[in-house]
């Protein structure tokens, strides 16, 4: 991470750091990103959590579980964390699939949606 | 449950109180409140839990006539116009608002210390914090200033203020409390929830708040689950138990294979050490907060629950996840704060663009700020694979892990876990003794009730060395009956314990 680095993102954040502002800033700014990092390592350890190729094993484990959770009367409410709201997940693929041919821009399974920032 | 008992000392009581802690940023003078008849505390039906009633809001809640500064500097004159939707339910029920409490800027901090505008300290040890962001809320409830208070939990900020300060603390599941009136800092993660002097207050206080609301679309008609009836795993009473120990390891693992990496990217492999290692011994439960936990566990044990330990992995990178999302969604949320929309304008400014970075910032603090640059950054395009987008896949599987938890037939009750790996904490000469990132990094226990959405209550468990000690049980969704059910078996066999100079003005 470089001060450059921070000072774009300031600007881009209007936050109208000086450059003392950003040197004090930049130690707790690459703490916090390096604790960040620690996600990636649950690209080994939880097969099919990562990479767009996978996603569609992690929705499902979640709407079987959710579907489980749904079947239970402790847990059962009309309108909470429904399996089509849970992962976006559809269960028609010929639905998915027209979605995707649709799209303007995709990236394997994924509709790229412009960024806003 | 009556209102006050003994109204000609209140005034003097609140005032010797507030002068030690500082829980309000703005209160209703106490002789006003003395003076005031049945009918002047709210009009509320003929009778009620709450009528009649004082009760305190943290300073992000709107209550219109009374400020809404949500600990800011920016925010310092401004007033709110209208009334929070759960605010305006307790005022229906018969309470009053007598204050606006004290809370860490934008709700950002676990020590109330972040507040740009006055400190707030615990009223077991002035010395130490209150906890947060809702340590004012807490803290008023604690020395008996209210019998309840409503504040925000985001990644723990009702639940940690809670377990420093001795008080039952109620975080709803997202959606079952209208957040309408509610400041926005992470709106996917945070509720409105209920600090109180006693479970069944807090139980009290959900039912009227709790609710569908037209001014919040993300509320919900939820059928309330009543506990007892709804006992699970064959009628067996099954509590399960996350293991501490067995949790610093999973995170020591994640931590080690974030170096790991580090090493095969070709660069230092001490790139993470710093960040990992203090990550790694604030997971580490205090001496203390363990006995506090154990006590808790046999406890429960001793009631005639069956104690199921039980491991969920995905648990190791839920402060990450919950980070990476909560800046991003405060740097989107915080960004209305602009001296145009909202915020104190400078003096001076050349172009808007300098007004908006000028009100900026000089308005926000160093935690603000940097969360916000954290948020900005990982949205920034090229960068929101490697975060954003990671962070939100795996608070799916968090959440996922967490229903499977609590789905089938052999299903626990609900889990009981610690809620802070410290007790309150002291300050040092530079502020309070527990770092910044230590800070965000003991999350650990709290934040992922609010990746997934789920209910949870903390309750104090002991009191060690003198400071409470609080554990908290998660649920599957909208069981906050169940869970305070659970909270009030054990909260019978073991009062809810007070600081010296306690004096109950509520039964």
């Known amino acids: ?117 | 449950m009556s209102r006050s008992v003994d109204k000609d000392g209140f005034p003097a009581y609140v005032s010797a109180w507030e002068a030690r802690i500082g829980a309000f940023l703005e209160i209703r003078k106490p002789e006003l409140l003395s003076a005031q008849g049945e009918s002047s505390l709210g009009p509320g039906g003929a009778s009620g839990p709450v009528k009649g009633l004082p009760f305190a809001v943290k300073d992000n809640i709107a209550v219109e006539g009374f400020g809404l500064t949500c600990g800011s500097k920016l925010l310092a004159d401004f007033r709110a116009t209208y009334t929070a939707t759960a605010v305006k339910r307790l005022e229906s029920a018969g309470a009053a608002v007598i204050g606006k409490t004290n809370m860490d800027e934008f709700g950002m901090g676990s020590s109330t210390d972040n507040s740009a505008l006055k400190r707030t300290n615990n009223p077991w040890d002035t010395s130490r914090v209150a906890g947060g962001s809702s340590g004012g809320s807490a803290a008023a409830v604690a020395a008996g200033l209210v019998p309840f208070a409503l504040g925000s939990d985001t990644g723990g900020s009702v639940r940690q203020p809670a377990a420093f300060c001795g008080v039952v603390g109620l975080k709803p599941t997202y959606g079952a409390v209208s957040r309408f009136g509610l400041v926005a800092y992470a709106s996917s993660l945070e509720s409105i929830g209920v600090l109180a002097d006693s479970v069944g207050r807090a139980r009290d206080v959900f039912r009227i708040i709790q609710g569908e609301d037209p001014l919040d679309q993300t509320t919900v008609a939820a059928r309330v689950v009543h506990g007892t009836a709804n006992q699970k795993a064959g009628g067996k009473k099954v509590l399960a138990v996350l293991d501490p120990a067995s949790l610093a390891q999973a995170v020591s693992a994640a931590v080690r294979g974030a170096r790991g990496l580090d090493a095969a990217d070709g660069g230092a492999e001490s790139a993470h050490r710093d960040a990992a290692e203090e990550a790694n011994l604030i997971n580490l439960l205090e001496e203390e907060v363990l006995a506090g936990f154990s006590k808790a566990v046999e406890g429960y044990k001793a009631l005639g629950y069956e104690v199921r330990e039980v491991s969920i992995p995905s648990l190791a990178y839920s402060v990450p996840v919950y980070y990476t999302i909560a800046t991003a969604e405060a740097s989107a949320n915080l960004a209305r704060f602009d001296g145009i929309r909202y915020g104190k304008r400078p003096e001076w400014a050349e172009n808007p663009e300098d007004l908006i970075d000028k009100t900026r910032a000089m308005g926000f603090g160093s935690e603000v700020k940097l969360r916000i640059l954290l948020g900005t950054f990982v949205l920034r395009s090229g960068f929101q694979d490697r975060y954003y987008l990671r962070a939100q896949r795996l608070r799916k599987h968090i959440t996922g892990e967490f229903l499977s938890l609590f789905t089938g037939p052999e299903a626990p009750s609900a889990l009981l876990m610690p809620v802070f790996p410290t007790r309150a904490f002291g300050r040092g000469d530079r502020g309070p003794a527990l770092s910044s990132f230590a800070q965000k990094a003991a999350d650990i226990f709290t934040c992922p009730a609010n990746l997934a959405g789920l209910p949870a209550i903390a309750f104090p468990a002991s009191v060690e060395g003198g400071l409470p000690v609080g554990v908290q049980l998660l649920g599957a969704p909208f069981t906050e009956e169940l869970l305070c059910d659970i909270a009030a078996e054990y909260e019978a066999d073991h009062p809810i314990p007070h600081p010296e100079g306690y004096q109950s003005f509520w039964r």
């Open chain 1, 1 to 117: 991470m470089k001060l450059e680095d921070l000072k774009v993102t300031a600007r881009l954040a209007h936050l109208g750091l000086s450059e003392e502002d950003l040197g004090s800033a930049l130690p707790a700014f690459e703490q916090m990103l390096d604790y960040f990092a620690v996600m990636q390592t649950a690209d080994g350890s939880m097969a099919g959590t990562t990479g767009t190729a996978d996603i569609e094993a992690v929705h499902s484990d979640l709407v079987l579980s959710v579907h489980q959770c749904n079947n239970n009367p402790l847990t059962n409410s009309a309108n909470f964390n429904s399996p089509n709201n849970l992962g976006n997940h559809n269960d028609n693929p010929l639905a998915n699939n027209t979605l995707l041919n649709q799209a303007g821009e995709r990236n394997g399974n994924f509709i790229v949606v412009p960024n806003v920032l």
